[in-house]
């Protein structure tokens, strides 16, 4: 399973490192420390996080202004696999991305909520990139 670190998981959050911090210390993020202290978020945690967050309200004061860019780095939360055919959903930040791709990509790249990606827009297709 993977793990991500205060810094990883605010990046992928769009959020500092000290709100996660903050987040964990007021026991609204599960966090644990590995051997050298570091605080880590389990990826399925913190993909649960990440749809929690994006949930709720925001009066849009921290949202940047930017012109959409076509790569969308965020986590893995949601997998469905069919036969031939897969959907893979990406929080990224407030975003929510959803592809359909083939079984076969999603084994290749080894897609699973809690992995981190990139969704990556052209016209009207997604593609994944695992990180």
């Known amino acids: 399973m993977r793990s991500y670190t205060s810094q990883q998981a605010a990046r992928l959050l769009g959020v500092s ?6 987040w964990a210390d007021a026991g609204r993020l599960v966090t644990r420390r590995d051997e050298a202290g570091r605080r880590l978020v389990d990826g399925p945690d913190l993909a649960a996080f990440a749809v929690e967050l994006a949930a ?3 009066d849009g004061a921290d949202v940047p202004y930017t012109s959409a860019r ?12 069919g036969d031939v055919a897969a959907q893979v959903e ?6 929510r991305l959803v ?33």
């Open 90 to 95: 990406i929080q990224a930040g407030p975003h």
């Open 17 to 22: 490192a000290d709100t996660v911090r903050r």
């Open 70 to 81: 076509n790569a969308f780095p965020g986590i893995v939360t949601a997998v469905k696999v």
């Open 56 to 58: 709720q309200p925001g």
């Open 99 to 131: 592809s359909l791709l083939t079984r076969e990509a999603v084994e290749e790249l080894g897609l699973e909520v809690g992995v981190e990606a990139v969704a990556r827009v052209k016209s009207t297709n997604v593609h994944i990139d695992r990180v």
